[in-house]
């Protein structure tokens, strides 16, 4: 299996395909079989080169020790690296939920070396405002991550059994629990938690989720081709890909309809066909 050192986090990732390079990552709790075990990785490997990353806390990659480097910013430095260890010098950059508010922070700033960017299911904030805690206090917020960070850690079959039983209720996961076929889409969705370590899951929950801002003028720095795609049930960032719609320069905003927030799980053909035809329009 590849790994690469970057300082303290070894860092799993997986290459295939020939083409032009493109690296993804995934969402909270995912790991890099977010694109793979929907077909989508297969897809795009038929035209692309296409790396796929697990987060640091996630899946595969392993953080030894502080720093852990559950930011924004370090995260995004980990596109460079994994990059430069392979020797590629400009990629597409595709990207899921919380691995889209990393990859659209890089783009503010390091637009010249993407090809594309392409965000699915995001925003740019990065605590996005979740249903019915709109009007709860910093203050409440703070309390309740201290909790979380202090309860215990339920065994791995508890935590599953927990997970599916609360889908239907949950922002992300509840139009995938309405499908005829979840079972098998939940079967991916267990796979993301029987790889991940719940230790470092919740650290990575305490320490990632602080910035409200936007950052507005950021998003008018992108200069590179970019998708903003989600699903139309998507209740938590239907606004913020709107506002990433109107700020970045030259965006494509595309909604599939019928969908929630595992657009990769939910829909992977209409997935790929967006995802295609818009690389199309971008790639040499």
């Keep these: 299996m590849p790994y690469f050192q970057h300082g303290n986090a070894r860092i799993y990732y997986e290459d295939v395909g020939k083409g032009e390079p493109l690296i993804s990552n995934h969402g909270l709790s995912e790991d890099g079989d977010y694109w793979g075990e929907t077909g989508i990785t297969a897809k795009l490997a038929e035209r692309y080169r296409v790396i796929s990353m697990d987060m640091r806390a996630h899946g595969r990659t ?121 079972e098998s889409m939940w079967k991916i969705y267990e796979g993301f938690l029987r790889r991940q370590d719940p230790k470092a899951i919740r650290k990575f929950y305490v320490s990632f989720y602080t910035d409200p801002d936007p950052r507005i003028e950021g998003l008018r720095n992108i200069k590179c081709p970019t998708l903003i795609l989600l699903g139309e049930h998507d209740i938590v960032f239907l606004e913020p890909s709107e506002l990433m719609a109107k700020e970045i320069p030259n965006a494509r905003h595309v909604i599939i309809e019928g969908v929630g927030h595992m657009t990769a799980i939910e829909a992977p053909e209409r997935t790929i066909k967006e995802l295609l035809d818009f690389l199309a329009t971008v790639s040499k």
């Design 62 to 182: 392993v953080v030894e020790g502080e720093p852990y480097g559950f930011d924004a910013d370090t995260m995004a430095a980990d596109f460079d690296a994994l990059a430069d260890h392979l020797g590629v010098d400009r990629f597409h950059l595709l990207s899921h939920a919380t691995g889209g508010m990393v990859a659209v922070r890089y783009a503010m700033t390091r637009s010249e070396r993407l090809l594309s960017l392409m965000l699915t299911d995001t925003g740019s904030a990065t605590i996005p405002t979740m249903p019915g805690m709109e009007n709860i206090s910093e203050e409440e917020i703070a309390r309740r991550r201290r909790e979380a960070e202090q309860a215990p850690i339920p065994p791995l079959e508890e935590r599953i059994a927990g997970a599916r039983l609360d889908a239907r209720t949950n922002p992300f996961l509840f139009k995938m629990a309405e499908h005829p076929n979840f």
